[in-house]
């Protein structure tokens, strides 16, 4: 039996640019005397200057939305909010559009190069920060994340109350997803196939790889069409992946042997990609889901409507000189 989560205090800061505040909530055991002493060990990378004029400007604050004095005493589970300085961040020049939105969900078609969700360095040019602010729903969230240099379907929830009941479609795997993606052609690779094997991710490191054991991650790979040109011969592929872990579907391809083109990590790192590169976009598209709405029991189907460049201006990608479309990806 699942345990119930604790329903957590709203925060009393709003969002700033779709972005929520931070919220940090002080252990049960510790030897600090102040809420302050705690923030400095915490904020590791900020510096106690920072945390200091944090405090100074009254922007670090308690459940009542009161400042919190930088020599407050420590209470056990006491909460603290602040919004953090916003990082520099160079604008994704693609635009994110809506494929379907109501009163319970929004599903977009994100460009590639654009973090699903507020994470390191990507926090205001995010889907989620981006879609709060141009559809005025502070209260939206991502049921699921696909990765930053993938494009195509995410599908984000409305209500607070109802994103429970989504975000377990995705968890149980209720959801049935397609990809897309442009590789080199095999005419020797036999197709279609499933491809099985145990795949791990280590914190840390930016590449997953495959191991000896029993099998966690699933694909099936189909070969849609192809355009044989020598050595510059390409094929579009449709991937179902049966299970979700991370990279999966760039490391199954690398190991059948047409690794996914624009790719920076397999087969070996070459990355990462610099700030404002968008000249070289992962031939990776999510490109429909389907599922059956836990909320009004309807059957949902999405289709995302982007193209992969490789494809669609497939001579210049095979001489090396596309550098991406002024606006859509």
């Known amino acids: 039996m699942r345990r119930r ?12 640019r779709g972005v929520d ?23 590791t990378g900020a510096g106690d200057d920072v ?8 922007r670090i604050v308690g459940a009542d939305g009161r400042a919190v004095a930088a020599d407050a005493p420590y209470v056990p589970g006491m909460f603290v909010w602040f919004h953090r300085d916003l990082p520099d961040e160079v604008p994704v020049p693609f635009p994110l559009e809506v494929v379907h939105r109501d009163e ?56 607070p109350g109802e994103r429970g009941a989504y975000q377990t479609l995705f968890r149980d795997r209720r959801v049935r997803k397609e990809y897309e993606a442009v590789a080199p052609y095999d005419p ?24 000896a054991g029993e099998p966690n991650a699933v694909s099936h790979v189909e070969l849609v069409e192809h355009r044989a040109d020598g050595a510059r011969g390409l094929a579009r592929y449709r991937l179902v992946p049966g299970t979700g872990q991370t990279h999966q579907l760039r490391v199954h391809m690398t190991t059948l042997g047409v690794p996914i083109l ?9 990355g990462p990609v610099p700030a404002g590169d968008f000249r070289r976009p992962l031939q990776l598209l999510a490109r429909a889901l389907a599922f059956t709405d836990p909320v009004t029991g309807t059957e949902r189907r999405f289709r995302s409507g982007r193209e992969l ?21």
């Open 104 to 159: 319970h969900i929004v599903v977009a078609d994100k460009p590639h190069f654009l973090a699903t969700t507020p994470r390191g360095g990507h926090v205001a040019e995010t889907a989620l920060a981006r879609l709060r602010r141009e559809l005025e729903i502070p209260s939206l969230t991502a049921a699921h994340r696909l990765d930053r240099l993938t494009a195509g379907l995410v599908l984000f929830t409305v209500r």
């Open 309 to 329: 460049a490789a494809w669609t201006s497939y001579d210049r990608w095979a001489a090396g000189t596309y550098e991406g479309p002024p606006d859509r990806q």
């Open 21 to 43: 505040p931070v919220r940090v909530r002080l252990p049960a055991e510790g030897a600090w005397a102040t809420v302050r002493e705690h923030l400095v060990e915490r904020l």
């Open 188 to 211: 020797g690779l036999a197709l279609p196939r499933t491809v099985r094997s145990r795949i791990v991710k280590e914190r840390g490191v930016l590449t997953a790889r495959e191991v």
């Open 51 to 58: 945390v200091d004029g944090m405090f100074e400007a009254g």
């Open 262 to 270: 624009g790719d920076p990590l397999y087969p070996e790192v070459t």
């Open 5 to 16: 989560r604790t329903a957590l205090p709203p925060p009393p800061l709003p969002q700033r």
